[in-house]
């Protein structure tokens, strides 16, 4: 007898999945051994039914969440259920098939209760070094994905819960800090076998039947969820676009252009008039794109929707092959972010004409992500320290921007400075908002971000990527544009040098990097701002008093700044 | 007579809760009086001379007055603290800001979540010209002209406190300690708050977020400290006044002036140490405490009989550093709001009615169905006897509110709605158990469950069930439980001391002598507050990681041989291995551990607790009425009711069965079994498992035994 899910167990199942990702995440943030996971938290984890849909996920970074869908479809394309064992773990980073970049390395791990599979749980999390040309793997540049580092396929890296030490001597041999990488992936196995347990008991307490019903009925009433969403969205085609500065070998703009075409209860996305894969890595890889684009529609959709699968099946995604957003082997991708923020971007502007309460303006638009390398002058050992930042989040239809917050698909935390001067030989000596960086408006786009760090030590490297240099964040309806971002190299001193967005270079000790990040844009005509709004900014010296006179035409005579 | 009495009081939104335990003759009064918002001090005083007089006593009588008051969570609530300079290293004024740079959880989506505001405004976030190295070498020496410039700038804005926040202060506070001698100078009257002091911990951000908040506390707290002591100087003379912490420890009036963060949140502080209290009469050392109020829920883990402190969490969105008692929120309360979302979806919360205008059957305006509403719709509640019939339910009200907007969308019936926001709120408090517990590494089947609040004991045997925990405990008194922890509370000291070492480096040698220090201190404190050397228990413990991690465990060090060996700290490092162990699903003794603080705490032992022990009864229970009840997958079922106050020890009632009180209704669904025990607690089991209840009720010796330590 198939068994009729009601809607009250079903959200008891849901809450009870919920739980078993976030206590994924807790572990795997608890026990890892890098930066980039334990502060950072550019991680993810979540629950899968067993047909590969995502069920429940922890609260992170959402490029991450969405971006499991692929790569489960293509691992129930590689496995058949009696190939997977209770206690395997499964690794894969490929991009072509279905991952992020290399450094992000998936596992999975299936459920199985009395020998049949009843679902899979998954982390994800980037790592801080997976071989390849640059330290840190975040420099801009490289033109093939040989060069970003060791590209796995799905690999048992456990099997029936025992490690696979071959397999383990394979990666520690071809990355630079197997220390911490290892820890780090042993971290990732443990929030899996966490995870099997706690789903296990779930569903041998409800049993499979009632669960999949369950399941099912959840998937579907979060379909249901966007679909009214999107009946309640204005019929039509909506086009939007955006630009990314460069892919860090020639200085080429990179067109990107999101075409929305809206009937009904669903919506078809396609990315015609979108540039050819460029040589250097900012080609983004498909699972990014799908997630850029559902995390931008959910977000003006059903932002409260509980975020599975089902929030999927009403978007039909067509990007064309060869293109910056479907590329073909061998090009190279570390460096997608600086490409898929600005689709989000170009989703939302899209949309502004059809539902501008529903939008923000342009926001830094890119992860600014610094690798520094050396060897540590007093363990003598290799360190690998990721710096990754946030920047300016653009201003909104009854708000201000964040001021040096993070928007979009990221979600991360910053490290800090105190946590970065214990593990690693640089000195941090500035991190502040940048006043004047926020696009003027009737709602001001956030500030940006300024970040000075001094290396105390000779021969480090310093790989990175950032964007929004050349284009600035785009202000709406009226709104002014945000301020460019920077990378200056020791500045205010004779030396001081502009540095290129995307790139890889050798520091010596007392240099300075200075990370100037983009601000927002800005919502609304500045003439229309609240003056007393204007004042405040003014006296806490977000403003300065030339742009209030400049871009809202309040003069400020009494001594009322900084 | 010398004194024999001890008075706790809890200043909560609506009452003022008080507790007086009588020592001599074991007898506890309690009583309740309306809150005085604008000026609290006054209900205080009212519910003193209210509770002495029904206990028929004197002010020389009480030994002392502990007090757990939310002056300061209101004022973060209702952003009423004091105008707050905070002074950071060049280059970092907008830390405060910058946060972490994460939006909230809520908002992963939805782009109109925002972090709460900083409390410090930029522009009176000021520089100090200088910089400590992570080793707390000085990299740039202060330049006191920065200082001098900062502290005159708040001067002219009228700055009504102080933070001092520098990077790696907590590893030498010579330029805090600079700094706050020149604010003392220049603007004497202005309290300063040093961030060494009060949370010398790494990571900035969170450290500078913990100094602000008490800076902006400290002027109101200061205020009523000072009117709260001169009322009770003028009407009952020299009192000992000891003030409530979040880590469940009290402190003196006097040491409370210049840590007002740590009295945030001490309410439910207070419910922790009673369920503990508690647990440790019925004999149950593992016990979660739920406090089910109008609009949150709030979980408290009890591991082997003592409240777990944690050594960080939050008040409002900011981040705090201290020693608080690990008490979880969620938004579940009896006001939360049932609603059907787009897909067909049944959610309850987390908006919520709370008690204005309150759930639709309050009849203030409230239309939408709560968590309430459907408690009385499925005939859980009485509506004459509500809140000791202060307040009048409109059942139909109830049922009107759920059939608009839960059973019609569902079509359902009303009952099946009703039943249905009870089994999603439950869901939901479930999840909010588990994720204390399962989560942290504990078997919700081998814990009891406590229930007190309004609302806790209507929920708690459902939620037991679910859980399949042991029993469920419904104390006496169960609605100023946080009063009557107040009053047994310890005075507490905290200390720690960030140190850094690897395993190799931490050495007895090493160790002991900042343990020792921090010792002296503790112990001088401690005497200053009059408690004997003989009441004092001194505690070590040490924040333990594997190397490369960033998140430490707080593992107990070995402190009862007159000097710490190296032996002491093997055992801690295995400690720490199968700590991890139970709690990630790994350890491994071939790893490298390193020592990143070391801990004390420092306790002022209350005296022991003597509960009178209630007679027993051979005749059985009498209902006071019967009515129609809804269980699940039962339907409504006639059930007898019961009065509280009627119950006496050797009562044994058989589900289904209601049991109502002034200030709340327990629920005992069928196949369920209440009995009474000599302190008048009602515990509820399995009928199956009463067998097994017989046998536990012979641990009551050791259960004293337990409670005299």
């Given at each position: 007898?198939?068994?009729?899910?009601?809607?009250?167990?079903?959200?008891?199942?849901?809450?009870?999945?919920?739980?078993?990702?976030?206590?994924?995440?807790?572990?795997?943030?608890?026990?890892?051994?890098?930066?980039?996971?334990?502060?950072?938290?550019?991680?993810?984890?979540?629950?899968?039914?067993?047909a590969g849909n995502t069920?429940?996920?922890?609260?992170?970074?959402p490029m991450?969440l969405t971006g499991f869908e692929l790569g489960m479809r293509a691992?129930?394309r590689?496995?058949?259920?009696?190939?997977?064992?209770?206690?395997?773990?499964?690794?894969?980073?490929?991009p072509y098939?279905g991952?992020q970049?290399?450094?992000?390395?998936?596992?999975?791990?299936?459920?199985?209760?009395?020998?049949?599979?009843?679902?899979?749980?998954?982390?994800?999390?980037?790592?801080?070094?997976?071989?390849?040309?640059?330290?840190?793997?975040?420099?801009?540049?490289?033109?093939?994905?040989?060069?970003?580092?060791?590209?796995?396929?799905?690999?048992?890296?456990?099997?029936?819960?025992?490690?696979?030490?071959?397999?383990?001597?394979?990666?520690?041999?071809?990355?630079?800090?197997?220390?911490?990488?290892?820890?780090?992936?042993?971290?990732?196995?443990?929030?899996?076998?966490?995870?099997?347990?706690?789903?296990?008991?779930?569903?041998?307490?409800?049993?499979?039947?009632?669960?999949?019903?369950?399941?099912?009925?959840?998937l579907n009433v979060s379909e249901g969820r966007v679909r009214a969403g999107l009946v309640a969205l204005p019929d039509g085609d909506y086009t939007g676009e955006d630009w990314v500065?460069?892919?860090?070998?020639?200085?080429?703009?990179i067109h990107l252009q999101v075409n929305i075409h809206k009937r009904g209860d669903s919506a078809t996305i396609d990315f015609d008039g979108t540039a050819k894969q460029?040589?250097?890595?900012?080609n983004a890889p498909l699972a990014t794109v799908y997630a850029a684009v559902y995390y931008a529609l959910i977000a003006i959709v059903d932002p409260?929707v509980p975020p599975n699968s089902g929030c999927y099946r009403p978007f039909t995604i067509r990007a064309e092959e060869g293109t910056i957003v479907n590329p073909n082997?061998?090009?190279?991708?570390?460096?997608r972010?600086?490409t898929v923020q600005k689709i989000t971007e170009a989703v939302f502007r899209a949309l502004a004409p059809a539902v501008p309460k529903r939008v923000m303006?342009?926001?830094?638009?890119?992860?600014?992500?610094?690798?520094?390398?050396?060897?540590?002058?007093?363990?003598?050992?290799?360190?690998?320290?990721?710096?990754?930042?946030?920047?300016?989040?653009?201003?909104?239809?009854?708000?201000?921007?964040?001021?040096?917050?993070?928007?979009h698909l990221?979600?991360?935390?910053?490290?800090?400075?105190?946590?970065?001067?214990?593990?690693?030989?640089?000195?941090?000596?500035?991190?502040?908002?940048?006043?004047?960086?926020?696009?003027?408006?009737?709602?001001?786009?956030?500030?940006?971000?300024?970040?000075?760090?001094?290396?105390?030590?000779?021969?480090?490297?310093?790989?990175?990527?950032?964007?929004?240099?050349?284009?600035?964040?785009?202000?709406?309806?009226?709104?002014?544009?945000?301020?460019?971002?920077?990378?200056?190299?020791?500045?205010?001193?004779?030396?001081?040098?502009?540095?290129?967005?995307?790139?890889?270079?050798?520091?010596?000790?007392?240099?300075?990097?200075?990370?100037?990040?983009?601000?927002?844009?800005?919502?609304?005509?500045?003439?229309?701002?609240?003056?007393?709004?204007?004042?405040?900014?003014?006296?806490?010296?977000?403003?300065?008093?030339?742009?209030?006179?400049?871009?809202?035409?309040?003069?400020?005579?009494?001594?009322?700044?900084? | 007579?010398?004194?024999?009495?001890?008075?706790?009081?809890?200043?909560?939104?609506?009452?003022?809760?008080?507790?007086?335990?009588?020592?001599?003759?074991?007898?506890?009064?309690?009583?309740?009086?309306?809150?005085?918002?604008?000026?609290?001090?006054?209900?205080?005083?009212?519910?003193?001379?209210?509770?002495?007089?029904?206990?028929?006593?004197?002010?020389?009588?009480?030994?002392?007055?502990?007090?757990?008051?939310?002056?300061?969570?209101?004022?973060?609530?209702?952003?009423?603290?004091?105008?707050?300079?905070?002074?950071?290293?060049?280059?970092?004024?907008?830390?405060?800001?910058?946060?972490?740079?994460?939006?909230?959880?809520?908002?992963?989506y939805?782009i109109?979540?925002?972090?709460?505001?900083?409390?410090?405004?930029?522009?009176?976030?000021?520089?100090?010209?200088?910089?400590?190295?992570?080793?707390?070498?000085?990299?740039?020496?202060?330049?006191?002209?920065?200082?001098?410039?900062?502290?005159?700038?708040?001067?002219?804005?009228?700055?009504?406190?102080?933070?001092?926040?520098?990077?790696?202060?907590?590893?030498?506070?010579?330029?805090?300690?600079?700094?706050?001698?020149?604010?003392?100078?220049?603007?004497?009257?202005?309290?300063?708050?040093?961030?060494?002091?009060?949370?010398?911990?790494?990571?900035?951000?969170?450290?500078?977020?913990?100094?602000?908040?008490?800076?902006?506390?400290?002027?109101?707290?200061?205020?009523?400290?000072?009117?709260?002591?001169?009322?009770?100087?003028?009407?009952?003379?020299?009192?000992?006044?000891?003030?409530?912490?979040?880590?469940?420890?009290?402190?003196?009036?006097?040491?409370?002036?210049?840590?007002?963060?740590?009295?945030?949140?001490?309410?439910?502080?207070?419910?922790?140490?009673?369920?503990?209290?508690?647990?440790?009469?019925?004999?149950?050392?593992?016990?979660?405490?739920?406090?089910?109020?109008?609009?949150?829920?709030?979980?408290?883990?009890?591991?082997?009989?003592?409240?777990?402190?944690?050594?960080?969490?939050?008040?409002?969105?900011?981040?705090?550093?201290?020693?608080?008692?690990?008490?979880?929120?969620?938004?579940?309360?009896?006001?939360?709001?049932?609603?059907?979302?787009a897909g067909?979806?049944?959610?309850?919360?987390?908006?919520?009615?709370?008690?204005?205008?309150?759930?639709?059957?309050?009849?203030?305006?409230?239309?939408?169905?709560?968590?309430?509403?459907?408690?009385?719709?499925?005939?859980?509640?009485?509506?004459?006897?509500?809140?000791?019939?202060?307040?009048?339910?409109?059942?139909?009200?109830?049922?009107?509110?759920?059939?608009?907007?839960?059973?019609?969308?569902?079509?359902?019936?009303?009952?099946?709605?009703?039943?249905?926001?009870?089994?999603?709120?439950?869901?939901?408090?479930?999840?909010?158990?588990?994720?204390?517990?399962?989560?942290?590494?504990?078997?919700?089947?081998?814990?009891?469950?406590?229930?007190?609040?309004?609302?806790?004991?209507?929920?708690?045997?459902?939620?037991?069930?679910?859980?399949?925990?042991?029993?469920?405990?419904?104390?006496?008194?169960?609605?100023?439980?946080?009063?009557?922890?107040?009053?047994?509370?310890?005075?507490?000291?905290?200390?720690?001391?960030?140190?850094?070492?690897?395993?190799?480096?931490?050495?007895?040698?090493?160790?002991?002598?900042?343990?020792?220090?921090?010792?002296?201190?503790?112990?001088?404190?401690?005497?200053?507050?009059?408690?004997?050397?003989?009441?004092?228990?001194?505690?070590?413990?040490?924040?333990?990681?594997?190397?490369?991690?960033?998140?430490?465990?707080?593992?107990?060090?070995?402190?009862?041989?007159?000097?710490?060996?190296?032996?002491?700290?093997?055992?801690?490092?295995?400690?720490?291995?199968?700590?991890?162990?139970?709690?990630?699903?790994?350890?491994?003794?071939?790893?490298?551990?390193?020592?990143?603080?070391?801990?004390?705490?420092?306790?002022?032992?209350?005296?022991?607790?003597?509960?009178?022990?209630?007679?027993?009864?051979?005749?059985?229970?009498?209902?006071?009425?019967?009515?129609?009840?809804?269980?699940?997958?039962?339907?409504?079922?006639?059930?007898?009711?019961?009065?509280?106050?009627?119950?006496?020890?050797?009562?044994?009632?058989?589900?289904?069965?209601?049991?109502?009180?002034?200030?709340?209704?327990?629920?005992?669904?069928?196949?369920?079994?209440?009995?009474?025990?000599?302190?008048?607690?009602?515990?509820?089991?399995?009928?199956?498992?009463?067998?097994?209840?017989?046998?536990?009720?012979?641990?009551?010796?050791?259960?004293?035994?337990?409670?005299?330590?």
């Amino acid at each position: 007898m198939k068994y009729r899910a009601d809607a009250v167990t079903m959200q008891v199942i849901r809450y009870a999945m919920e739980q078993v990702a976030d206590e994924m995440g807790y572990t795997l943030v608890r026990t890892a051994r890098s930066t980039v996971i334990k502060e950072i938290k550019d991680i993810s984890c979540a629950v899968f039914d067993r047909a590969g849909n995502t069920i429940a996920q922890a609260h992170h970074a959402p490029m991450l969440l969405t971006g499991f869908e692929l790569g489960m479809r293509a691992l129930r394309r590689h496995y058949s259920d009696d190939e997977l064992d209770d206690g395997d773990v499964i690794i894969f980073n490929d991009p072509y098939a279905g991952g992020q970049h290399v450094m992000d390395l998936v596992t999975f791990a299936p459920v199985k209760l009395k020998g049949k599979l009843v679902g899979f749980v998954g982390s994800i999390a980037h790592h801080t070094d997976m071989g390849g040309a640059a330290p840190g793997g975040t420099a801009g540049g490289l033109t093939e994905i040989y060069l970003e580092g060791l590209r796995m396929p799905f690999i048992k890296l456990y099997k029936r819960g025992q490690e696979d030490r071959e397999l383990f001597g394979i990666i520690a041999n071809n990355i630079r800090v197997p220390d911490k990488t290892l820890g780090d992936i042993r971290a990732q196995a443990s929030a899996n076998f966490v995870g099997v347990r706690r789903v296990k008991e779930i569903v041998t307490k409800y049993t499979p039947a009632v669960t999949h019903a369950c399941l099912e009925k959840l998937l579907n009433v979060s379909e249901g969820r966007v679909r009214a969403g999107l009946v309640a969205l204005p019929d039509g085609d909506y086009t939007g676009e955006d630009w990314v500065d460069d892919d860090g070998v020639t200085d080429d703009p990179i067109h990107l252009q999101v075409n929305i075409h809206k009937r009904g209860d669903s919506a078809t996305i396609d990315f015609d008039g979108t540039a050819k894969q460029v040589r250097g890595n900012v080609n983004a890889p498909l699972a990014t794109v799908y997630a850029a684009v559902y995390y931008a529609l959910i977000a003006i959709v059903d932002p409260h929707v509980p975020p599975n699968s089902g929030c999927y099946r009403p978007f039909t995604i067509r990007a064309e092959e060869g293109t910056i957003v479907n590329p073909n082997m061998p090009g190279a991708v570390g460096a997608r972010t600086n490409t898929v923020q600005k689709i989000t971007e170009a989703v939302f502007r899209a949309l502004a004409p059809a539902v501008p309460k529903r939008v923000m303006a342009g926001s830094h638009g890119n992860i600014t992500n610094c690798g520094f390398s050396g060897y540590h002058p007093v363990t003598g050992k290799r360190f690998v320290y990721i710096d990754i930042q946030g920047g300016g989040a653009g201003a909104r239809p009854t708000k201000d921007g964040r001021d040096g917050q993070d928007s979009h698909l990221a979600r991360f935390k910053n490290t800090p400075v105190e946590a970065v001067e214990l593990e690693y030989p640089v000195r941090i000596e500035r991190y502040e908002l940048i006043p004047d960086s926020g696009g003027a408006g009737k709602y001001r786009g956030a500030l940006a971000l300024r970040r000075d760090i001094r290396v105390l030590i000779d021969d480090v490297s310093w790989a990175r990527y950032g964007d929004r240099q050349r284009f600035a964040p785009f202000g709406v309806f009226g709104g002014h544009n945000g301020a460019k971002g920077q990378f200056v190299l020791n500045p205010g001193t004779s030396q001081e040098r502009v540095m290129k967005s995307k790139g890889l270079d050798k520091l010596k000790a007392g240099d300075v990097v200075s990370l100037r990040l983009p601000g927002a844009g800005g919502y609304g005509n500045p003439q229309d701002r609240d003056p007393e709004a204007v004042r405040r900014d003014v006296r806490d010296g977000k403003v300065s008093r030339v742009q209030a006179l400049r871009d809202y035409g309040i003069e400020i005579t009494d001594d009322e700044s900084v | 007579m010398a004194p024999h009495m001890r008075l706790g009081i809890d200043v909560g939104g609506t009452f003022t809760d008080l507790v007086l335990i009588d020592d001599r003759s074991g007898k506890i009064h309690y009583t309740k009086t309306f809150t005085t918002p604008g000026n609290p001090a006054q209900g205080v005083l009212t519910g003193i001379e209210k509770i002495l007089r029904i206990a028929n006593a004197a002010p020389g009588d009480l030994e002392y007055i502990a007090h757990g008051t939310t002056i300061g969570t209101n004022a973060l609530i209702e952003r009423q603290g004091a105008r707050v300079g905070l002074i950071t290293t060049a280059g970092f004024r907008d830390v405060l800001e910058i946060a972490r740079i994460e939006r909230p959880d809520a908002g992963l989506y939805d782009i109109n979540v925002d972090l709460p505001a900083p409390l410090v405004p930029r522009y009176l976030r000021l520089e100090a010209d200088e910089r400590m190295g992570a080793d707390g070498s000085i990299v740039r020496p202060l330049d006191t002209a920065s200082v001098v410039q900062a502290i005159e700038k708040f001067q002219t804005e009228h700055v009504q406190a102080i933070a001092i926040c520098l990077l790696f202060g907590f590893r030498n506070p010579v330029h805090e300690h600079l700094i706050r001698e020149m604010c003392q100078e220049i603007l004497p009257d202005v309290p300063v708050t040093l961030a060494g002091e009060i949370a010398p911990e790494f990571r900035e951000f969170e450290r500078t977020s913990t100094t602000v908040i008490n800076a902006y506390l400290t002027p109101i707290t200061e205020r009523y400290l000072d009117s709260l002591q001169a009322k009770l100087q003028a009407s009952f003379g020299a009192i000992d006044l000891r003030i409530m912490q979040t880590s469940g420890g009290a402190m003196t009036a006097q040491a409370a002036r210049s840590r007002a963060v740590n009295m945030v949140n001490s309410g439910p502080a207070g419910g922790a140490l009673a369920t503990a209290l508690f647990g440790r009469l019925t004999g149950d050392t593992r016990i979660i405490g739920c406090d089910m109020g109008g609009t949150s829920f709030d979980i408290g883990l009890i591991v082997d009989a003592h409240p777990r402190v944690k050594s960080e969490g939050e008040f409002e969105g900011y981040p705090v550093k201290i020693p608080m008692i690990d008490v979880e929120g969620i938004g579940a309360g009896g006001g939360s709001i049932a609603w059907v979302d787009a897909g067909g979806g049944l959610n309850v919360g987390p908006r919520s009615a709370g008690s204005d205008p309150g759930p639709a059957c309050y009849g203030q305006g409230g239309i939408y169905p709560t968590v309430t509403d459907a408690n009385l719709a499925l005939g859980r509640l009485n509506p004459d006897y509500f809140l000791g019939s202060e307040i009048q339910l409109h059942p139909d009200r109830a049922q009107a509110a759920i059939q608009e907007y839960v059973a019609s969308p569902l079509k359902m019936s009303v009952a099946e709605a009703a039943a249905g926001i009870l089994r999603v709120v439950n869901a939901n408090m479930v999840r909010g158990i588990s994720v204390n517990s399962t989560q942290k590494g504990y078997d919700t089947r081998e814990f009891s469950l406590l229930a007190f609040g309004g609302a806790g004991p209507l929920h708690a045997v459902e939620l037991a069930q679910e859980l399949g925990m042991r029993r469920v405990i419904v104390p006496p008194f169960c609605s100023v439980f946080s009063a009557f922890g107040a009053v047994t509370a310890d005075l507490r000291h905290d200390y720690v001391r960030t140190v850094a070492l690897s395993q190799a480096e931490a050495t007895a040698e090493r160790l002991e002598p900042v343990f020792r220090d921090m010792e002296t201190h503790a112990r001088a404190q401690l005497a200053q507050e009059n408690v004997s050397p003989e009441a004092v228990v001194v505690q070590w413990a040490a924040d333990l990681r594997y190397e490369g991690q960033s998140y430490e465990l707080t593992i107990p060090v070995a402190n009862d041989e007159p000097r710490l060996t190296d032996p002491h700290i093997a055992e801690t490092i295995q400690l720490f291995h199968d700590t991890h162990s139970r709690v990630y699903a790994y350890g491994d003794p071939g790893e490298r551990v390193e020592c990143v603080s070391l801990r004390l705490t420092a306790i002022g032992r209350a005296p022991a607790l003597k509960l009178a022990r209630q007679k027993k009864t051979a005749r059985p229970a009498k209902p006071k009425s019967k009515r129609k009840v809804y269980f699940f997958e039962r339907g409504f079922v006639m059930t007898a009711i019961y009065e509280r106050s009627e119950l006496r020890p050797g009562h044994k009632l058989t589900g289904p069965s209601l049991i109502e009180e002034t200030t709340s209704t327990t629920v005992v669904p069928p196949r369920f079994i209440c009995s009474v025990d000599v302190y008048g607690n009602l515990l509820i089991e399995p009928a199956l498992r009463s067998k097994a209840a017989r046998s536990s009720s012979k641990r009551a010796p050791k259960a004293k035994q337990a409670e005299r330590k």
